[in-house]
């Protein structure tokens, strides 16, 4: 049986109850994916053909250290990056390296900084120079894929209403949902409490309560849905090699909705994507 807790008093573990936060928790988790939402709108001008992810990587742990935050990632369960960087059939968890993005990719970049405590996580699709108009198609399906996720979100309902937003949108497109990966609680945990599918029925899942922080980040993928871990033990690739995307926010359920605390300050949430 699900159980709701006061954050202010819970043990700062995942025990699988779910945390509520005050306006104080709130106004923490601002401060956090506000760092993370301009980092992401820094890497804008910086991501073109030639450029490393490991050089990307640098810059996002650089960014974080001149503005006292940490990245969550660095050293979590063993990994050795600041960010996660996931390249055209790479689903999720790519990791930065040497090897210089190409006209036409795409890449998915996850950072989620720890400031004072609050751990501020979001990811953004960025075009290499020119890509495909398939390519292209994605990143729009994959969005628009997350923002209905988010506006099924409001107190009363449960979760399994944002799973089934994503799912009937992204297969009416003839896209696919990745179902191995999902959302999580986050706060002052990076991995928390509940979990959030991307695919499902309305009356499924628990129930949205005012104070619930938690990550929509749908994996969205050109072809099937089926993926696999390489030898490596975090990448994710499609089993079929098709394209994959994906954008995450972290939101705060409220008494009216939700607040969307990783938006782009710049208004540059959607990098190569037209209005």
Known sequence: MVTYQDAATAPLKNTGQIRLYDEAGFEGMRRACA??????????????????????????FEFGMDHDAIPATLNYRGYT???????????????????PLREGDIVNIDVTY?????????????PVGQIKRAAERLLEVTHESLMRGIAAIRPGARTGAIGAAIQTYAEAERCSVVRDFCGHGVGLLFHDAPNILHYGSPNEGVELKPGMIFTVEPMINLGRPHVKVLSDGWTAVTRDRS???????????TDTGCEIFTLSPAGLDRPGLRD
């Open 243 to 253: 394209l994959s995307a994906q954008y995450e926010h972290s939101i705060g359920v």
């Open 81 to 99: 990056k600041s960010s996660c960087t996931s390249i055209n059939h790479v689903v999720c968890h790519g990791i930065p390296d040497r090897k």
């Open 114 to 126: 720890i400031v004072d405590g609050w751990h501020g996580d979001s990811s953004r699709m960025y």
């Open 35 to 60: 760092l993370t939402a301009r980092c992401l709108d820094e890497l804008v001008a910086m991501i073109e053909p030639g450029v490393t992810t490991e050089a990307l990587d640098r810059f996002i």
